[in-house]
């Protein structure tokens, strides 16, 4: 018999963490480096791209590495978090594992991967100019916020996609609007004043504005701005939550 669920130990989701990792990188010869060279060839391309646009920036790179990091991040999370019940049935099926283990681990996974290459993507930054200040450990919380937000998201959406598989294939097809309707390239000045609101009703946005804060212009976030991303990252693992929950009696069977 299935065991009730409950939230797994840290052993189970340390286990199947390394796990993903290691199937991740198997046969590859640069391993976790890939994860560092992905957002850099983005930059380059955006550099040859938007240069001349933002010629009088300052750092322009620096600008858009902070928000390539942070939506590499995001963009693996969720979409692994969303696959990890179907990637994984055949174990949830023949072993004894609670099921919510699965999209948690996922998200431990990608947070591992995460701390690997911030050395060198920090590395980076200084050579374009990053200064360090007490405003940069607010990344961490940062993170911490967008790694929450992505689990809640991914455990909702997940869930949902065990019994529509089509929802895997709506969040790919939704990944590259949402990556330009993000300010990662591009500055909010480079909009039109009267399209602000509908960039601001991307969660997305928030998140990458506090980061440029505390690593682009060297300030904390306003209190709003902590507000709407401690709100949004709220609701949004509530929701994921009470939807896996309501979902997981029939998640075993169809997966």
């Known amino acids: 018999m299935i065991m009730a669920q409950k939230i797994p130990s840290y052993y189970i989701i340390a286990s199947l963490a390394r796990r993903n990792i290691k199937l991740r990188y198997k046969s590859t010869v640069l391993g976790y480096l890939w994860s560092f060279l992905t957002p850099l060839m983005y930059l380059l391309i955006f550099n040859?791209?938007?240069s001349q646009a933002f010629q009088g920036m300052r750092s322009y790179s620096l600008y858009v590495l902070s928000g390539l990091v942070m939506w590499q991040y995001f963009s693996n999370a969720s979409n692994q978090c969303i696959q990890s019940l179907l990637s994984n049935a055949g174990i949830i099926k023949t072993i004894n594992v609670p099921v919510v283990a699965f999209p948690i681990a996922t998200m431990y996974t990608e947070l591992i991967n995460m701390g690997l290459i911030l050395v060198p993507f920090f590395s980076l930054m200084f050579f374009f100019g990053l200064q360090l200040s007490v405003h940069t450990i607010g990344v961490f919380v940062?993170?911490?916020?967008?790694?929450?937000?992505?689990l809640g998201l991914g455990m909702l959406l997940g869930s949902l996609n065990v019994y529509l598989r089509d929802i895997s294939i709506l969040w790919n097809a939704l990944n590259p609007a949402l990556f330009y309707m993000t300010p990662i390239a591009y500055t909010l000045d480079f909009v039109p004043e009267k399209y602000h609101f509908i960039l601001k009703l991307n969660p997305l946005y928030h998140y990458f504005a506090a980061v440029r804060d505390v690593l682009y212009y060297n300030q904390w976030p306003s209190l709003q701005t902590w507000g709407i991303m401690i709100g949004i990252t709220g609701a949004t693992c509530v929701?994921?939550?009470g939807i896996f929950k309501k979902l997981e009696p029939g998640l075993i069977s169809n997966v």
């Open 142 to 150: 940062i993170i911490a916020l967008l790694s929450l937000f992505s």
């Open 48 to 50: 040859f791209v938007f």
């Open 239 to 241: 929701l994921g939550w």
